[in-house]
């Protein structure tokens, strides 16, 4: 499986984006997906997750209310709405796929990444 992720940009605090991930391959649908992000000096960290079938999903504490993923398996695409931005969600943001189907926060859980796009948030 191989995912490219896109929809990163400079946007002011307060504004929204949405980031999307395409995967190739017929398998898609049966990975539980996930977005992790890195800011410049820090460890990835966990963002959010969802069950391959879009009925289960986790987020990190800090995005809970502001971030919603989701997925279109038909189009093979999972999504990241991000809503109301804050200068601290400036990163590099990744989108990554795991065979376990389950909803994960543990990175290394996850076999798949893409190339990350970039997310920068201004006061």
């Known amino acids: 499986v191989q995912l490219q992720a896109s929809g990163g940009g400079l946007v002011q605090a307060g504004g929204c984006l949405r980031l999307s991930c395409a995967a190739s391959g017929r398998t898609f649908s049966s990975y539980a997906m996930g977005w992790f992000r890195q800011a410049p000096g820090k460890q990835r960290e966990f963002v959010a997750a969802?069950?391959?079938?879009?009925?289960?999903?986790n987020y990190a504490d800090s995005v809970k209310g502001r971030l919603t993923i989701s997925r279109d398996n038909a189009k093979n695409t999972v999504y990241l709405q991000m809503n109301s931005l804050k200068p601290e969600d400036t990163a590099v943001y990744y989108c990554a796929g795991s065979t376990l189907r389950y909803v994960t926060s543990t990175a290394t859980r996850y076999q798949y990444w893409g190339q990350g796009t970039q997310v920068t948030v201004s006061s």
């Open positions: 969802i069950s391959w079938t879009g009925t289960s999903t």
